[in-house]
């Protein structure tokens, strides 16, 4: 999950944890109290996200929490997503993308890395053939 990029895996500021907890809940809440839970954190830390930091050296207003940010942002903009497995049950969804990343794109992975010194757009023409073979398969 991207957000364990941004708030990484043992958070230490307060509304870091508690967004970490929100998200472990996820695939156990359904969008509407995921939403109201995220929405009740961001009112309890909207301040505090709202901090800023100047850059001496440049001069640069920044965020100071701006990974949390980040993050925060990120859930609230694919909140619509994030629910699709349920949403559509018919078509058997995963709640996950282990079977992608294990399963396809680590052989996909390796084979690009095999051929690193090749241009981009040869590159691209490997994936599509790459892809084009594993639809066949199924």
Not at 14 to 20: F, T
């Amino acid at each position: 999950m991207i957000i364990k990029r941004y708030i990484t895996r043992f958070p230490k500021l307060e509304a870091s944890i508690e967004l970490k907890r929100i998200c472990t809940r996820l695939k156990y809440s359904n969008a509407v109290r995921f939403t109201k839970a995220l929405d009740i954190w961001y009112l309890k830390y909207k301040f505090f996200l709202n901090e800023e930091s100047v850059n001496w050296n440049t001069g640069e207003i920044t965020f100071t929490h701006k990974r949390l940010v980040s993050a925060y942002r990120s859930l609230r903009t694919n909140l619509p997503y994030l629910f699709t497995y349920k949403n559509h049950k018919n078509l058997s969804i995963a709640n996950t993308t282990n079977n992608i990343d294990g399963g396809v794109f680590s052989h996909l992975k390796k084979l690009t890395k095999i051929h690193q010194g090749i241009f981009e757009n040869m590159k691209i023409k490997i994936i599509d053939e790459f892809f084009y073979n594993y639809n066949n398969k199924l």
